[in-house]
Structures are given as C-alpha cells and as structure tokens.
C-alpha cells in the first residue's frame, strides 16, 4: 500500500520540527511524489547531507512503501 502525501510529510516534520513541507503528487498514483522542504536544520550542509537526513526522516519507507520521491532542499533565507 502506498504512502499518502500527509504520512509524508508528517514523518519529516516530526523529524524537523520547523519544516514548511509541500508535498506534490507528481503522476497521481500515490508512488511518484516531489517534495519541497526548507528548514534550518539544513544551514550548512550539503545538499545530499539535506537529503540524508529527509531520507532519514522517513524511517525506512523510501525504495519500499515509498517508490520515488524528488526532493528540493533548502535552508530558510
């Protein structure tokens, strides 16, 4: 059974706190999705470090329950 976009975005922003997430279904099926996430726990890392802990976040889902997940990070301005 897929992840819904809430359970997505609920898993990361129980591991950032301060997260803005936005979660976008990119082929409707409930497998394929984007997300945009900005947080400060991201100043001053890499980009895959960002994407390591989103990865993290998501406890073991992506690659299994969760197919594919493009991910856009960023530290606030």
Known sequence: MPMNAREIEQL???ALPDATVVIE???GDGD?????IVSAAFRGKSR???HQMVYAALKGNMGGV???LALQTA???
Not at 32 to 36: L, N, P, Q, T
């Open 48 to 50: 895959v470090q960002q």
């Open 66 to 68: 969760l197919h594919a």
């Open 75 to 77: 530290a606030p301005d």
């Open 25 to 27: 279904d990119l082929a």
């Open 12 to 14: 990361i922003k129980d």
């Open 32 to 36: 394929h999705y984007a997300a945009r």
